[in-house]
């Protein structure tokens, strides 16, 4: 997109970006196995692999599923419980690669394997997390591509305040789940505070708490709504923009799901950058790269939408300094 957010990355190496169009084919006898572990559910549509960005990068690389290439996936359905038997399972198989983008499934496959190699997708900070000693050179068997960065709330929050000039009051929503999820608490805070902005935190654990959170920020004069990023709220994306709009809150979130199911706006990595890198990364190590000596790349490419059809219900006209930045405008 046009937007620069300067100041929000560490850039690392990123000439796992280049990588051969075509894939060595594999021994006689031998067809690489990568393991998929999903915190999540298997998706509804029958073709949903179609549409899978991991496959479609790993096509353009030059390995096709069922043809150089097997594919296994472990779901856990949204309960964690399942994952550290889903990821021993595939160490049993054994596959070649783990490859997981939830930090719970990452922890299961962590505690699985300290030999297979695994390749992680979209986390905050891999390195409090544990699971690499620095991102230069991750040391371990785990590599991958980090995600949201805590000062990514700060520059959601200068959004949402450009969009909605007058709110005086934000709710912030957090999930307890995530590790960073306290950074980025502190550094909405500090964002807030240099806007003029008092703010109210919602930390929801469970979707049963969604509907009396929305009713706690309406009742303290919240005009706004910020979404802080969690696996936990990704799941709910459809139920917290509906509440959204149900109670007249502007909001914004971090992942462009959020605002195609009705949010007013998102902003953050693009997703199919993200599993670009992902599956340079398999591919590189399917060809005999080691993790430990493969950067952990930072996003670079961020994407802004904004759902005009909902800033109209909302009764809200948002500016072209926003409209001009947006990858998307849903209308």
């Known amino acids: 997109m046009r937007f620069n957010p300067i100041g929000l990355l560490v850039t690392f190496a990123l000439g796992l970006l280049v990588a051969p169009l075509a894939a060595t084919a594999p021994p006689p006898g031998k067809m ?9 559910a298997p998706p509804a549509s029958p073709d949903w692999k179609a549409h899978s960005l991991l496959l479609q990068n790993l096509r353009k690389l030059g390995w096709l599923e069922g043809q150089n290439l ?24 054994p596959v070649d690669v783990i490859v997981v983008s939830a930090s719970p499934a990452i922890h299961a496959a962590q505690r ?9 997708v979209s986390v905050s900070d891999p390195v409090e997390e544990g699971f690499v000693t620095d991102l230069a050179r991750p040391g371990g068997n785990i590599t991958g591509v980090g995600g949201v960065v805590p000062e990514l709330s700060g520059k959601l929050l200068e959004l949402l305040k450009e969009a909605v000039p007058g709110v005086a009051r934000l709710a912030v929503l957090a999930s307890p789940a995530n590790p960073a999820t306290e950074r980025m608490v502190r550094e909405t ?4 505070q240099a806007l003029g902005v008092q703010t109210q935190l919602l930390i929801v654990g469970n979707p049963d708490r ?3 959170a929305f009713e706690a920020a309406i009742s303290e004069g919240a005009g706004a709504l910020l979404v802080l990023p969690s696996v936990f709220l990704s799941y709910h994306q459809r139920q917290i923009a509906a509440l959204a709009l149900k109670n007249g809150l502007p909001a914004i979130y971090w992942q462009r799901g959020f605002a195609e199911a009705g949010g007013l706006m998102a902003y953050g990595p693009s997703s199919s950058h993200l599993w670009q890198h992902a599956a340079a990364h398999v591919d590189k190590i399917l060809k005999g790269a080691k993790p430990a000596d493969l950067p952990v790349e930072q996003p670079m490419k961020f994407e802004l939408v904004v759902n005009l059809k909902t800033a109209k219900v909302l009764g809200l006209t948002i500016s072209p300094f926003i409209l001009f930045q947006a990858d998307k405008v849903i209308q």
Not at 113 to 120: E, K, L, Q
Not at 189 to 192: D, I, P, V
């Open 32 to 40: 690489p196995r990568i393991g998929v572990l999903e915190l999540g």
């Open 70 to 93: 097997v594919l296994e996936y472990r779901w856990a359905n949204g309960q964690p419980s399942r994952l550290s038997s889903h990821a021993a399972e595939l160490v049993r198989l």
């Open 112 to 120: 699985a394997t300290t030999t297979i190699p695994i390749v992680m």
């Open 189 to 192: 805070e500090r964002a807030a």
């Open 210 to 212: 969604f509907e009396p």
